[in-house]
């Protein structure tokens, strides 16, 4: 899909621009004009606007800004009309420091990119192959992590190797990289890239130190033919390697998707969200993302943007398929605070917001009603008791082995079966305190479901005793099918719930 541009301002760059972009052109005076001529000139049709003007003061330009959607819209100005400053804060425009045609049309195409790209490199049997010096002490936890003890020595020495496809960057592709790591004492990690043209180096990135706690960025040589990932180790005391993340960089204006946002708790947890204001005052959506088993991402953007409220996406890569949006109580405040603060912004209530999730994003939403108090929830194929399902080690999530155990290493420090009812009783423990007589739950749930069906009864039972204002539909099949059906059911729940709270207010 290309993406298209219209660009706004005084000069008509379009004989300049030989960038494959859907280039259109109008002046501000011509813009009612422009809009008009489009089959709903009340809807923006392209991907983009670029205000190419040095000077920002059109209250004609800034009133149809506020109308269009958030981070859509581009500029460099520099001499900016506060209340014109004041919307473009309010839609999340972009600002950028490129200003001539040429540089603005590879910036667009560089870092504005439709599509999400991330993925991790775990320290697993698979994609992990050790080199333990003398005197190291080596050992796995489960599949996905290894630990490294002992004396390192002062200077770096390689500990292992990580494997890698060639496809993980483009020429002169920009990867954010970050290691999920423990250490303790003096030990250190590093992360040695090499990049290799017909077995000859090229090009060499290190990443040490607090380079390593934040996402450090490594470009791609535009020649090179392979790469390798050396993992490195200093010091004195023990190295414990989760993950690798690599997500393509888009230079400042967003994680995974533009706009999007990353963050470290406390306790070095990543915690990733996305916040658009919408063009509806209410209600706020907020979603979290299923079990995404090979590539990050955040879910359901398009369809709330063609509901046009506010939402609130969450995406949890922690682990391989994730880790429910639930942790320690650092990570779970970060979560808290992120959604209370999206409430803050656009001054809503609880009883604004709707928690929704399907699979693995249904027990966060369930779960973080404990906090929010929220009016209405929205689910599908409710995974509820975290105990029962990640005490299966049988458990089969398409290729990923001992995802569950992971989980349960996570969670509690350990994999012993004696945590199952702990586990299985956060949920309920968290959400006692919700008055579900006042909450609108609508759950769409299979007949056959695989995963964690044999908990439904118990959430049924809950909700039907706690006078929950209850809507379920009960589909035929197992957990990973229907899934039309499944986000038909949730827009036509979201879209009702978008409709009466809108009502409440006329």
Partial sequence: MTTSILQIGAIDWTPEITAPLDWHY??????????????????????????????????????????????????????????????????????????????VSKRILTDLYLGQQGFATRFSETQFLPTVPSGIHFSRMGRFLARFEGDFGSEWQQIGTLQTLKTDFIANQTNEIWLDYRQTDTAAAALLFIFYRDGAILTQDMIKGDALRRMTQ?????????????????????????????????????????????????????????????????????????????????????????LGVPYLLFTDARMQGGAFDVGSPAYEQTVIDIIKR??????????????????????????????????????????????????????????????????????????????????????????????????????????????????????????????????????AGYHNEKIDEMVDFMMTQLTQLRDNRLAEDE
Avoid: C
């Avoid at 049709?45 to 003007?53: H, K, P, R």
């Avoid at 969200?273 to 299923?290: A, C, E, I, M």
């Avoid at 409430?343 to 027990?363: F, K, P």
């Avoid at 609508?442 to 049924?460: F, I, K, R, V």
């Fill in 26 to 103: 109008t002046s501000i005076f011509d813009l009612p004009t422009f809009l008009a001529t489009q089959k709903d000139p009340y809807i923006l049709e392209q991907t983009y606007v670029v205000l190419t003007d040095d000077v920002l003061e059109s209250s004609l330009l800034s009133s149809q800004i506020q109308e269009w959607p958030a981070f859509r819209v581009i500029y460099f100005a520099t001499q900016i009309a506060p209340e014109f400053q004041t919307i473009l804060s309010e839609r999340r425009a972009f600002a950028i420091s490129e200003t001539t045609p040429e540089r």
């Fill in 218 to 306: 490594v470009q791609a040589p535009a020649d090179y033919d392979s790469y390798q990932i050396i993992v490195l180790g200093s010091g004195k005391g023990q190295l414990t390697l989760h993950v690798v993340h690599q997500r393509r960089s888009r230079h400042g204006l967003g994680h995974l998707l533009p706009g999007g946002q990353w963050q470290l708790t406390s306790e070095d947890e990543e915690v990733l969200s996305y916040f658009n204001p919408g063009t509806l005052p209410k209600p706020l959506v907020v979603n979290f993302s299923g079990a995404r088993l090979h590539v990050d991402g955040f879910e359901m953007a398009s369809a709330f943007n063609q």
């Fill in 342 to 475: 999206a409430m803050a912004e656009l001054n809503l209530t609880s009883q604004d917001v709707i928690l929704t999730g399907y699979s693995m994003g249904s027990y966060p939403a369930m779960y973080y009603a404990g906090d929010i108090k929220p009016g209405a929830l929205v689910l599908a194929k409710p995974i509820i008791n975290l105990g029962t399902l990640t005490a299966d080690a049988e458990f089969a999530h398409q290729y990923n082995q001992d995802w569950t155990l992971d989980v349960r290493r996570h969670l509690t420090g350990y994999v012993r079966p004696n945590d199952t009812e702990s586990l299985n009783q956060k949920l309920w423990r968290h959400i006692s305190t919700v008055d579900w007589s006042t909450t609108t739950v609508a759950l769409l749930t299979m007949e056959q479901d695989n995963y964690d069906g044999d908990s439904l009864p118990e959430l049924l039972d809950y909700l039907d005793t706690h006078h929950a204002l209850l809507t379920h539909q009960v589909e």
